[in-house]
């Protein structure tokens, strides 16, 4: 199982930015998915979590500026960040708990490499 994750890059205060993270390889079912962030010299903190298509928490710090989707057809997260701050400058990481078809009872959760996104003007 691989999570793959995109998206992220150098954008300027107040715009907006979409990261993709798509899970692939021998998945029975993934319970729930969700986006960490690891900003310079700080640990990594929750962003937003997904479960079942329903977002079911969001940082205080972003909420009502980026929202998390996914597409269950192509097991893939979304998270839509608008009127991003330099505070949102971390490393993003993407995460699922998921079921193999190897042992479909198990959840375990597998994370993505990590993609920057920069917020400067």
């Known amino acids: 199982v691989q999570l793959q994750a995109s998206g992220g890059g150098l954008v300027q205060p107040g715009g907006s930015l979409r990261l993709s993270c798509a899970a692939s390889g021998s998945i029975f079912k993934i319970d729930a998915m969700g986006w960490y962030r690891r900003a310079p010299g700080k640990q990594r903190d929750l962003v937003a979590t997904i479960i079942n298509g329903i977002p079911t928490n969001y940082a205080d710090s972003v909420k009502g500026r980026f929202t998390i989707s996914v597409d269950a057809a192509k097991n893939t997260v979304y998270l839509q960040m608008n009127t991003v701050k330099p505070e949102d400058t971390a490393v993003y990481y993407c995460?699922?708990?998921?079921?193999?078809?190897?042992?479909?009872?198990?959840?375990?959760?597998?994370w993505g490499q990590g993609t920057l996104v920069t917020v400067s003007s």
């Open positions: 995460n699922a708990l998921l079921r193999t078809y190897s042992e479909p009872a198990r959840r375990d959760y597998y």
